[in-house]
C-alpha cells in the first residue's frame, strides 16, 4: 500500500528539521513498547532494533543490529513507501503495490 501523496508531502516537511512538531503530524502519537519511541497510531506492527555496530561505506552507512521487540498492534494492509519506478516494474509483473485510501483527515 503507498502512501497518499498528500500525507507523504506532510511527512517529508519534517525531513530536516531538528524537531518535529508532533502535532503537525498527520497521524497521532503513541509510545513504542521497549525504547519509548514516538510511533505513528496508525502502524500495524513495530519493530525495535538495538545498534550494535556501524561502518561508514563511501556516502553510506551501514548499521548491525538485533531486534530487541516486536509488537503486532492492527491488522490490515502493510504499508510501503515506494518510487514510481518499483511500482511500474511491478505492474508489469503483475503484481503492483495497493495503493492506500485517501482519509479526509490526512489532507
Sequence with gaps: MMLPEAVEQKLTSHHK???VDWEALPFQALRSPRLSLRIPDIALRVREVEL???QTV?????????KCSEALLH??????????VQQRLRSRLGRPL?????KSSWT
Design 17 to 19: 528539521k531538528q524537531q
Design 52 to 54: 550494535l555496530d556501524f
Design 75 to 84: 491488522a490490515g494492509p502493510q504499508l510501503c513507501h515506494t518510487c514510481g
Design 98 to 102: 495497493q495503493e492506500a485510501r485517501q
Design 58 to 66: 563511501g556516502s553510506h552507512t551501514l548499521f548491525v543490529g538485533r
